[in-house]
């Protein structure tokens, strides 16, 4: 238990406080995932087969929807340029907000966030505006992403370790995901200015190389197998301590997803002696809260870092955003 405990606090921390690590994510928690499946005595031939596996459907998505994207980048900024004057700014916004929110279930987490890159590029909005597009955006489509195993890892994982279909999760949490994800839309009619012009209406975003496509998709890969073994290897420790929590103490004591990456708290957290009240609570409690932060989803990160958006920008409209929605789902799962 100690070694786990050490190796869990390695993991909390050291992506926040120390750059290099944050830089080499997959690499850190592929070492990590190895040395907590070593330290508890579960590594065998079996959870190896597992961890070669589990990582390669969210990889063929990541690196198909990524062809996809360079292959059609200018007729997607073609469709933008011509959806946006057709319709309202407000409801091409809103629309934007809720259906890269769906669709990143089936075109993943990652894709869903270039695309939304791609957008926010076209459309001449001020700082302000474009901070509060990003961020609700994100929000919806970290929801949307953990409706189907291919979203993004955090579903890869807890599909994996709970032995589930294909299916699972949108049983489970679509009754609040999707609406939830509507609501994001909603708010990103009233929350985000317009500007009339569309004289900037013009896209300044290079397409990315093969290369780049290629080292992204190797790097979920990689990232998925160090969570499949993380998360087992932290069985044990989960078991002891986690387990016995009361559902509202799990649900509030997940917000720290907004400085983590909520699929790292996922495969620490996520077993399948939990009922099912409990793994909706862990898993709306890491979705909602990892997008208050930069570091807290994926998507965020990616957005943030091609829309040079800094950590304090992101905080500003992303922390309350995100209290005010985790309150609304304590209130939806537990008071009703």
């Not at 089936?106 to 966030?113: C, D, L, R, Y």
């Not at 409690?285 to 807290?296: A, K």
Request: net charge neutral; hydrophobic share 60%; proline share 4%.
């Amino acid at each position: 238990m100690v070694g786990l405990i050490i190796i869990l606090i390695l993991v909390l921390f050291l992506p926040f406080t120390v750059k290099k690590v944050e830089h080499n994510l997959e690499v850190f928690l592929f070492i990590m995932g190895i040395a907590a499946a070593l330290v508890s005595g579960m590594m065998n031939r079996h959870l190896i087969e597992k961890a070669l596996v589990d990582p390669i459907t969210i990889t063929i998505a990541v690196l198909i929807a990524g062809l996809l994207t360079k292959w059609l980048q200018n007729q997607l900024e073609k469709l933008i340029l011509s959806m946006s004057r057709i319709l309202s700014p407000r409801i091409f916004f809103a629309l934007t907000v809720i259906i890269l929110g769906l669709a990143s279930s089936i075109i993943t987490a990652i894709i869903a966030a270039i695309v939304l890159v791609i957008i926010i590029n076209v459309l001449p909005l001020d700082r302000k505006s474009k901070i509060r597009f990003t961020v609700l955006a994100c929000f919806s489509i970290g929801l949307g992403a953990a409706l189907t195993p291919i979203g993004e890892p955090l579903s890869t994982i807890t599909v994996s370790k709970l032995n589930e279909d294909f299916f699972y999760l949108l049983k489970l949490i679509g009754v609040e995901v999707i609406p939830a994800v509507v609501i994001f839309g909603l708010f990103t009619m009233f929350l985000v200015k317009p500007n009339e012009s569309t004289n900037g209406l013009k896209s300044e975003l290079k397409a990315e190389s093969y290369k780049e496509i290629l080292i992204r998709a190797a790097k979920i890969y990689l990232f998925v197998m160090g969570l499949t073994f993380l998360g087992h290897g932290f069985e044990p420790l989960i078991n002891e301590y986690v387990i016995g929590l009361h559902l509202m103490v799990l649900y509030w004591i997940n917000m720290i997803s907004a400085v983590l990456d909520n699929a790292t708290l996922a495969a620490t957290e996520i077993s399948p002696t939990m009922d099912q009240e409990t793994i909706r609570a862990v898993l709306l409690g890491l979705l909602i809260s990892g997008g208050m932060l930069i570091p807290g989803n994926i998507p965020n990160i990616i957005a943030a870092g091609k829309l040079n958006i800094t950590s304090k920008e992101w905080a500003r409209f992303g922390v309350p955003v995100g209290l005010i929605t985790m309150v609304v789902f304590f209130i939806v799962l537990f008071v009703f």
